[in-house]
């Protein structure tokens, strides 16, 4: 089954405490993504990864940090979370830009005190 | 620059009314995507249609249809005979083709509640 994981589901963590969501794909897709959904501003693009060791800023990519080792990984980073991360996160998977949908994983709900 | 409109930020229906949701887009390009997605209450995104911008046909899926016209930029969604069911935050979505990231951008999202 095409799938696209994300751990953990929820989290609550206080400012400072350095975390990793973790996002996995089983389509061998070389797109991936991160979103974070906040109330009223819908999904916005935090990372994107074109291929491994290719990742580069979407649009709101202060305080989060990427890596793309290998394929089917793609973790976001909080190096030092505060109150203005706390947020929905969504990875997504992509075969190819204008090749058909976005495959998001269930997103993980983060809470930063 | 590319934008998504939704300009109906909650609507609310009693059951087995129809009910239609707004999505105007903005994008430079000619070829583009668009993009509706549906996230109930449980929080997973689900995919409902992709339809690309040379396609304006029409496109009915059971209670669920979309209209696509071009000259007003516009990518409406009408759910026919609502139900409970379809209680959830729809998402309608752009990718252009000048994106080679595959990034769609998003609007706000549209609360839609269906009361029985």
């Known amino acids: 089954e095409a799938q696209v994981t994300q751990n953990p589901r929820y989290l609550i963590t206080v400012t400072g405490k350095k975390l990793t969501v973790t996002c996995s794909q089983n389509?061998?897709?070389?797109?991936m993504s991160w979103y974070r959904q906040d109330p009223g501003l819908g999904l916005r693009q935090i990372y994107y990864?074109?291929?491994?060791?290719?990742?580069d800023k979407g649009d709101v990519p202060e305080g989060y940090k990427v890596s793309r080792k290998e394929k089917r990984n793609f973790p976001l980073i909080l190096e030092s979370p505060s109150p203005n991360q706390t947020s929905l996160y969504f990875c997504?998977?992509?075969?190819?830009?204008?090749?058909?949908?976005?495959?998001f994983g269930e997103g993980s709900r983060l809470t930063v005190l | 620059a590319q934008k998504v409109t939704q300009a109906q930020t909650e609507i609310s229906v009693v059951e087995k009314e129809d009910v239609t949701l707004d999505c105007v887009y903005e994008?430079?390009?000619?070829?583009?995507?668009l993009f509706w997605y549906k996230q109930p209450p449980s929080g997973e995104l689900v995919f409902l249609i992709r339809?690309?911008?040379?396609?304006?046909q029409n496109e009915i899926s059971g209670r669920y249809s979309w209209n696509f016209q071009k000259s007003t930029s516009s990518f409406n969604f009408t759910i026919t005979a609502s139900q409970v069911v379809d209680s959830a935050v729809y998402f309608c979505?752009?990718?252009?083709?000048?994106?080679?990231?595959?990034?769609?951008?998003f609007g706000r999202g549209t609360q839609l509640t269906v009361w029985p």
């Open positions: 997504a998977s992509h075969r190819g830009a204008n090749t058909g949908e976005l495959f």
């Open positions: 389509m061998n897709h070389e797109y």
């Open positions: 990864s074109m291929n491994v060791e290719v990742t």
């Open positions: 994008t430079r390009d000619t070829t583009y995507y």
């Open positions: 339809r690309n911008s040379f396609d304006e």
């Open positions: 979505a752009l990718e252009d083709r000048g994106s080679t990231l595959g990034r769609l951008y």
